[in-house]
């Protein structure tokens, strides 16, 4: 098993993602899911969103050179909804992206992320706002994600942020890799098993 | 189970269904990490995302399926998981094998890598999809690490009129809850109208319960239930099945149980619903007009307008009259063998408009078997359509059956996302199969309440071929 990594804070420069209900769809396109690694989806995260963006005249943030780099992904409401495809957060880790910061997340998308420790905190719609406006206009400014005192810091302001307690809880203390503590107690897992009548044959 | 340090729940997983998609760097971990599965004889494998729906022909041409399917015979070789590929007569979609084989039972936890596990609650089990890290969890340990769920009852009252079916509520839940009304919830399904619907039907309501932002849809077991799995080659047998059924009435959820949240829907003033949008909470009954974007709320408006613009419709424009280029009976919402069924009887000694390029699939190898042991294949050919093998197909692009283009198609699955049928730029309705079906014959949208065949513009009638 490997060491326990705890995450507690991340700091970086922010890049900003504006848009309601994002897709897991538009995270990472379904023909690129044909693959049996996870290796390498980062060149395609949002790659349809990126061409019809450049065809507008309107680069997408993560087609933007000066985002690159970028460690804090900042959106709206409802980000990764849709399908159940560990690929999107994958993807955007793999892309550098370490933590993301929106005003909520679809519980699939949001579990996922954990189970590969990349943080996912809400914040208010206003606080977003505003960091998005900031990182748009200066995309070197970076921020701190605290999940100890479940703060983010971007120059003055501190941002209240909040996650379920037992995800921050995963986070710090590391137990977000979750398939050692799951694998503790063989015995009883057995038990419960022998207990259910769908497994003993009724 | 047990309570773990972090606060949430280990939770036991009774049945859990594997696919080629979301597992291949699931069992990889296993291998280096030198662990076995756990409880292989709780796992079950098939492939449905990738395979093609035409020619079997091993190797395939396209060499990513082909290594993906490779990647799975190996895992379920290796790691001791039965496989149920096309050579067993019970390949299918993951979710509709399942419950046709008896595998899904009421009371059980059920997990499986896709977000449509939720179909499987119809039987009144605990199912939702996972990720590929909590795929590995469940091979590794047959636990999950879980928080617990809010409950929302969602009652829909009275009869459906002729024409309505469980998909047309479905899609009118997300439109009026919207697709994150259910983050956080379970969807439970009740109500009379629930109460007199097949398990076909109700897997089409809990199947969806994703789209509404709901990870689990739910329905309690009854007497409905019991009849559908008596005989499946996994119910129990026999006077087990007696016992099984003694204690499925003891899990039900009681009538005085409380609930987080409990709504009602009325049944019986339904129309049939068509999305007109990107995501499956923009639609409209088939009777309706498309929003524009003043009417909306303020904070919809990028989206309204987003939608609109990409699908091509004018603000305010009747969705009835559309013209469509393909029509897709088929998915885990809407594939089973009642609906090829409601759909052939819209079709029946019709022809399919030549403009459009209409196809059915059927959800799994068997329920292929029995609509054409009925003669619907028949029904279907002769009218224009393409008869394929089973699979997801058009439900997404992982597979040769795509949209080209900006092709608009009715589609009996559940999401129009930008790109989800394979073209960045393929436009999507989504509609009940029988609507689908109508409107392949039509050549566009139609009312079915109405739709009469003989009165369908001669010009847009003809076979294809
Ligand atoms: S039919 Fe569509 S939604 Fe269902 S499992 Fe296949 S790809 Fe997913």
Redesign the pocket.
């Known amino acids: 098993m490997s060491a326990v990594v705890r995450i507690a804070r991340v700091e970086g420069r922010v890049i900003p993602l504006r848009g309601l209900d994002i897709d897991t769809d538009r995270i990472i396109p379904a023909r690129f899911l044909r693959v049996i690694t996870f290796e390498g989806l980062e060149q395609h995260v949002f790659e349809d969103d990126i061409a019809s963006r450049a065809e507008k005249g309107d680069p997408h943030p993560f087609a933007q050179e000066r985002y690159a780099g970028a460690r804090i992904l900042v959106v709206n409401r409802n980000f990764g909804c849709g399908?159940s495809r560990e690929h999107a957060p994958q993807a955007l880790q793999r892309w550098g992206i370490a933590a993301v910061v929106g005003e909520s997340f679809s519980e699939i998308f949001f579990g996922n992320s954990i189970a590969i420790g990349l943080p996912c905190v809400t914040a208010s719609a206003d606080d977003l706002e505003w960091l998005q406006a900031r990182a748009e206009a200066d995309p070197t400014a970076t921020a701190t994600l605290d999940l100890t005192t479940t703060t983010l810091q971007a120059g003055d302001r501190r941002i209240a942020v909040s996650a379920p307690a037992s995800a921050i809880e995963a986070f710090v203390t590391g137990a977000w890799d979750a398939t050692g503590l799951l694998l503790e107690d063989a015995a009883a897992v057995k038990a419960t098993a022998a207990r259910l009548p769908y497994v003993s044959g009724f | 189970m047990r309570t773990l340090p972090t606060g949430q729940t280990q939770l036991f997983i009774g049945l859990h269904l594997v696919h080629e998609v979301t597992t291949p760097q699931a069992f990889d971990d296993l291998r280096r990490r030198g662990w076995p599965v756990r409880f292989p004889e709780r796992t079950f494998a098939t492939v449905?995302?990738i395979v093609p729906t035409g020619s079997l022909a091993r190797p395939f041409q396209d060499t990513m399926a082909e290594a993906m399917l490779a990647a799975l015979e190996r895992n379920c070789r290796d790691f001791g998981v039965p496989l149920y590929d096309h050579s067993t007569g019970r390949q299918g979609?993951?979710?509709v094998i399942g419950p046709e084989l008896g595998l899904t039972q009421p009371g059980m936890t059920i997990a499986c890598g896709?977000s449509?596990t939720s179909t499987h609650g119809a039987f009144g089990a605990v199912a939702f999809g996972i990720g590929t890290s909590q795929v590995r969890d469940v091979l590794a340990s047959q636990c999950l690490a879980m928080e617990p769920l809010k409950v929302r009852r969602i009652r829909v009252e009275g009869a459906l009129q002729r024409g309505v079916y469980a998909k047309d509520v479905i899609l009118k839940i997300i439109q009026v809850l919207g697709v994150k009304g259910g983050v956080g919830y379970a969807y439970e399904y009740a109500g009379s109208a629930v109460d007199a619907m097949s398990m076909d039907e109700r897997m089409t309501m809990c199947n969806m319960s994703i789209e509404g932002g709901a990870r689990v849809g739910y329905v309690n077991p009854d007497e409905t239930t019991f009849a559908y799995m008596e005989g499946r080659p996994f119910a129990p047998q026999g006077e087990a099945f007696d016992r099984a059924k003694g204690w499925w009435r003891s899990i039900a959820s009681d009538a005085d149980a409380r609930y987080d949240d409990d709504v009602e829907l009325r049944a019986d003033t339904l129309s049939p619903v068509v999305t007109w949008g990107l995501h499956p909470g923009q639609s409209v009954g088939v009777d309706e007009r498309v929003p524009t974007v003043g009417e909306v709320a303020a904070e919809d408006r990028p989206l309204v307008e987003e939608a609109l613009q990409f699908m091509g419709f004018a603000p305010g424009q009747a969705i009835e009259g559309t013209p469509i280029d393909v029509a897709f009976v088929?998915?885990?919402?809407n594939s089973r063998l009642s609906d090829l069924r409601e759909a052939a009887r819209f079709v029946r000694g019709q022809k399919v408009a030549k403009s459009v390029r209409a196809m059915v699939v059927p959800g799994s190898q068997a329920v292929r078997a029995q609509a054409e042991a009925e003669g619907l294949h028949e029904v279907f050919i002769d009218a224009g359509f393409d008869w394929r093998g089973s699979g997801?197909s058009m439900?997404?692009g992982m597979n040769p059956d795509k949209l080209q283009g900006r092709e608009i198609s009715a589609s009996s699955?559940?999401?129009n996302f930008k790109g989800r049928q394979g073209s960045p730029t393929g436009r999507t309705l989504l509609m009940s199969p029988a609507m689908v079906a109508a409107a392949a014959v039509a050549g566009q949208v139609v009312d079915i309440r109405k739709f009469e065949p003989a009165a369908i513009d001669a010009s847009l009638v003809g076979g294809r071929a």
């Open positions: 399908s | 449905d995302h979609i993951v979710h896709d449509h088929g998915s885990c919402t997801c439900c997404l699955s559940n999401r």
